[in-house]
């Protein structure tokens, strides 16, 4: 008991450490190590392994690719793509950082070929006039909200992060939060892109094709395509930028990068006309803290109020907090400026102690020390308006209000230059810091009152069961709009991001794992919860497919562009049902839904776990789990 209340003060004294450490990096801009080259070859790119930011796929195993390309032109990319496909060699995609949680990246066997966008990352054209916006798609969202400001533009939605790239974050569906407009998707805001994919022997083994909203349906299919169609490419992606009230004054930017060689452009205007633009929107933004009584009640027509609404949820603590964010009048004064805290450079150290202490209240069961370090982490964050200020220094009070894109995406911990690993993003693998899981999914609308209350009453049953996720700022819940693409969001719904512990050793069970279980089985089989293609363990994809309407028109598409199948692997034909045996089980685990509904299975009451959720139930579903 001694040691426990110890531990505890130490992982006190330490948060605040943290927290003070976060202050002072935002204001002396202390340097953090960035993450490393997640590709690392033995020679000059040849006989390569991958893997994703985190250091680690569900199934814990490093990829393999015989070589690795690095394109910097689209005539580069392919002549790339058309060998491969003579050579009849898998391929893949590779982004700078490599994001997403599922092993989507990964090239089948030892011999595939990785083909890298870091050099495809130029914004090629600003079209004022038509609202456009072309970029080649190793661009990351912090270029394109950049370079989009400077030109006095927004896209309107985005993610949190600013790391991801376009390819990537098209490929997996990335979101932001609103139930306005087009919603909070990015591919929705795609107006355009080109894919290149294998072609036959008249198309010279390459084929592009040129997609827009007027030529082709087919761009529904390539607007989320898990990356298995086929590379998106050079001049891919008109983003429709969205102005905010009034007239724009018209203005064409081209970019430094000359376009004269760009094929596809000739003809093309050129001429540089300058004119004065729109100013950028303002929000406004205030974090509102309530008891999580009548959440249920409240979460459709919050999101329906304000245009960026988003929750974060602490069951443990009967809590939510509602993010009311609004377009204000550019009159309006602020220059809030949004730099996430979980995603800042934090000292190494710090970060070893808090993974220590959660590692010993995992293998010591100690539920009352999560709950208090829950506590601890969520109060600091709320208090320090989770890393919003009101001038770029200080956060003096609410409302934040500031230009679009200085508040809609951050992540400063991926910029600075090499400090001996001082200081690192939070999950850099070279260091001892976060190891988690996050489970992902979209539970429309029309039900989601009654899953939130599902899972109240499974905390009201185990009432320090969730502080685990809160250690981790609880629930993050964002809304998402009912899409075009073909694996695109089926209804309004509201998505769920859940993070939590995940112990290093794969034999280990982590703290209420039954109830973790629960409540992605309810998410996933009782309110038919579609997943997040680019987070979570493969019990969310468990007979995914099935819930999409277009599903079968996307994997008519897919045998067009990719008949051989060189842009797929084991992992996307499990997920998109091409491989007869995850279909045989999913319907078996039909079945299985929380315990206090009848036919219940849980951890707890049926077999043994492991720290990655699998379930050893010593049953047929055995196969569908392995890989989670
Ligand atoms: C810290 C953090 C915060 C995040 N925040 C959000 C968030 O707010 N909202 C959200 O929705 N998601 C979020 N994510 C998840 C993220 O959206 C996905 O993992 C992401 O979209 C991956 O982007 P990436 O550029 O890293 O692509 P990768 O993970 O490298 O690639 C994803 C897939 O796309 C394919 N691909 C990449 N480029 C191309 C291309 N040019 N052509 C064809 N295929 C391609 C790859 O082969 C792979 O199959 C977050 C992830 C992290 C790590």
């Given at each position: 008991m001694q040691l426990m209340s110890i531990l505890k003060r130490m992982e006190i004294f330490l948060r605040i450490l943290l927290s003070t450490s976060c202050l002072l990096l935002v204001v002396f801009m202390v340097d953090c190590s960035p993450p490393e080259n997640h590709i690392k070859c033995s020679s000059a790119n040849t006989n390569c392994t991958i893997t994703n930011s985190y250091g680690t796929f569900p199934d814990r195993s490093i990829c393999q690719a015989a070589n690795v390309a690095y394109p910097t032109t689209e005539e580069e990319l392919i002549s790339i793509v058309a060998e491969a496909t003579r050579a009849r060699r898998k391929v893949k995609v590779a982004t700078?950082?490599?994001?997403?949680?599922?092993?989507?990246?990964c090239p089948d066997g030892q011999n595939g070929l990785l083909i890298s966008t870091?050099?495809?990352?130029?914004?090629?054209e600003i079209d004022v006039q038509s609202m456009t916006m072309s970029v080649e798609s190793g661009v990351s969202l912090r270029q394109l909200i950049n370079e989009a400001a400077k030109a006095?533009?927004?896209?309107p939605y985005s993610p949190?992060?600013?790391?991801?790239?376009i390819g990537g974050l098209l490929s997996t569906g990335a979101h932001g939060s609103t139930?306005?407009?087009?919603?909070?998707?990015?591919?929705?805001?795609?107006v355009a892109l080109t894919i290149v994919s294998p072609g036959g022997s008249k198309d010279g083994y390459a084929k592009v094709r040129r997609l827009n909203e007027t030529n082709s349906s087919e761009l529904d299919a390539a607007r989320?395509?898990?990356?298995?169609?086929?590379v998106i490419s050079k001049r891919a992606i008109d983003i429709d930028i969205q102005y905010t009230k009034g007239d724009c004054h018209l203005q064409h930017f081209v970019t430094?990068?000359?376009?004269?060689?760009d094929p596809d452009d000739r003809g093309s205007t050129t001429s540089h006309v300058t004119l004065q633009l729109q100013p950028l929107f303002k929000r406004s933004i205030s974090y509102v803290v309530k008891s999580d009584t009548d959440l249920g009640d409240q979460v459709a027509s919050f999101g329906r109020q304000h245009e960026f609404a988003d929750i974060s949820w602490y069951p443990s603590q009967g809590k939510a907090v509602y993010r009311v964010d609004d377009r204000v009048s550019s009159n309006t004064s602020g220059n809030g400026l949004y730099d996430s805290i979980p995603f800042r450079s934090t000292l190494s150290l710090g970060l070893a102690v808090i993974r220590a202490t959660e590692d010993t209240q995992e293998s010591m069961k100690d539920p009352d020390g999560k709950c208090a370090s829950a506590k601890l982490i969520t109060s600091t964050l709320i208090q320090m308006a989770y890393g919003l200020t009101n001038n770029g220094?200080?956060?003096?009070?609410?409302?934040?209000?500031?230009y679009h894109n200085r508040l809609q995406s951050s992540g400063?911990?991926?910029?600075?230059?090499?400090?001996a690993l001082i200081t690192?993003?939070?999950?850099?693998?070279?260091?001892k810091g976060e190891y988690f899981f996050q489970a992902t999914f979209s539970i429309s609308l029309s039900v989601v009152k009654s899953f939130i209350q599902d899972v109240q009453k499974l905390v009201k049953m185990e009432?320090?069961?969730?502080c685990g996720l809160e250690q981790y700022n609880g629930i993050l819940m964002r809304y998402v709009k009912a899409s075009s693409?073909?694996?695109?969001?089926?209804?309004d719904a509201l998505d769920f991001d859940i993070t939590f512990y995940r112990n290093k050793d794969p034999a280990k069970p982590r703290l209420y794992e039954d109830i973790l279980e629960e409540i992605e089985q309810l998410a996933v089989f009782k309110y038919g919860g579609l997943p997040h293609?680019?987070?979570?363990?493969?019990l969310v994809f468990?007979?995914?497919?099935?819930?999409?309407?277009?599903a079968g028109a996307f994997l008519r598409v897919k045998e067009k562009y990719d008949p051989l199948g060189l842009f797929s692997n084991e992992w996307t034909d499990q997920v998109l049902g091409l491989k007869g045996e995850t279909r045989k089980n999913l319907s078996r685990r039909k079945?299985?839904?929380?315990?206090?509904?009848?036919g219940a299975v849980t951890a707890r009451d049926e077999g043994s776990v492991t720290a990655?959720?699998?379930?050893?139930?010593?049953?047929?579903?055995q196969e569908l789990l392995n890989n989670q």
């Amino acid at each position: 008991m001694q040691l426990m209340s110890i531990l505890k003060r130490m992982e006190i004294f330490l948060r605040i450490l943290l927290s003070t450490s976060c202050l002072l990096l935002v204001v002396f801009m202390v340097d953090c190590s960035p993450p490393e080259n997640h590709i690392k070859c033995s020679s000059a790119n040849t006989n390569c392994t991958i893997t994703n930011s985190y250091g680690t796929f569900p199934d814990r195993s490093i990829c393999q690719a015989a070589n690795v390309a690095y394109p910097t032109t689209e005539e580069e990319l392919i002549s790339i793509v058309a060998e491969a496909t003579r050579a009849r060699r898998k391929v893949k995609v590779a982004t700078r950082y490599s994001h997403s949680i599922p092993k989507l990246v990964c090239p089948d066997g030892q011999n595939g070929l990785l083909i890298s966008t870091n050099y495809l990352n130029r914004t090629l054209e600003i079209d004022v006039q038509s609202m456009t916006m072309s970029v080649e798609s190793g661009v990351s969202l912090r270029q394109l909200i950049n370079e989009a400001a400077k030109a006095g533009l927004a896209l309107p939605y985005s993610p949190y992060w600013w790391g991801l790239t376009i390819g990537g974050l098209l490929s997996t569906g990335a979101h932001g939060s609103t139930l306005w407009g087009k919603g909070s998707a990015i591919h929705d805001y795609v107006v355009a892109l080109t894919i290149v994919s294998p072609g036959g022997s008249k198309d010279g083994y390459a084929k592009v094709r040129r997609l827009n909203e007027t030529n082709s349906s087919e761009l529904d299919a390539a607007r989320v395509s898990l990356g298995v169609l086929g590379v998106i490419s050079k001049r891919a992606i008109d983003i429709d930028i969205q102005y905010t009230k009034g007239d724009c004054h018209l203005q064409h930017f081209v970019t430094q990068n000359d376009r004269a060689g760009d094929p596809d452009d000739r003809g093309s205007t050129t001429s540089h006309v300058t004119l004065q633009l729109q100013p950028l929107f303002k929000r406004s933004i205030s974090y509102v803290v309530k008891s999580d009584t009548d959440l249920g009640d409240q979460v459709a027509s919050f999101g329906r109020q304000h245009e960026f609404a988003d929750i974060s949820w602490y069951p443990s603590q009967g809590k939510a907090v509602y993010r009311v964010d609004d377009r204000v009048s550019s009159n309006t004064s602020g220059n809030g400026l949004y730099d996430s805290i979980p995603f800042r450079s934090t000292l190494s150290l710090g970060l070893a102690v808090i993974r220590a202490t959660e590692d010993t209240q995992e293998s010591m069961k100690d539920p009352d020390g999560k709950c208090a370090s829950a506590k601890l982490i969520t109060s600091t964050l709320i208090q320090m308006a989770y890393g919003l200020t009101n001038n770029g220094l200080v956060f003096t009070g609410y409302p934040i209000i500031g230009y679009h894109n200085r508040l809609q995406s951050s992540g400063t911990c991926l910029d600075s230059p090499e400090d001996a690993l001082i200081t690192a993003c939070p999950w850099d693998s070279r260091i001892k810091g976060e190891y988690f899981f996050q489970a992902t999914f979209s539970i429309s609308l029309s039900v989601v009152k009654s899953f939130i209350q599902d899972v109240q009453k499974l905390v009201k049953m185990e009432p320090r069961a969730l502080c685990g996720l809160e250690q981790y700022n609880g629930i993050l819940m964002r809304y998402v709009k009912a899409s075009s693409a073909y694996l695109g969001k089926e209804d309004d719904a509201l998505d769920f991001d859940i993070t939590f512990y995940r112990n290093k050793d794969p034999a280990k069970p982590r703290l209420y794992e039954d109830i973790l279980e629960e409540i992605e089985q309810l998410a996933v089989f009782k309110y038919g919860g579609l997943p997040h293609w680019g987070k979570n363990r493969n019990l969310v994809f468990s007979g995914a497919l099935e819930k999409y309407k277009k599903a079968g028109a996307f994997l008519r598409v897919k045998e067009k562009y990719d008949p051989l199948g060189l842009f797929s692997n084991e992992w996307t034909d499990q997920v998109l049902g091409l491989k007869g045996e995850t279909r045989k089980n999913l319907s078996r685990r039909k079945g299985m839904y929380p315990r206090f509904y009848s036919g219940a299975v849980t951890a707890r009451d049926e077999g043994s776990v492991t720290a990655d959720g699998l379930v050893v139930l010593q049953t047929q579903n055995q196969e569908l789990l392995n890989n989670q």
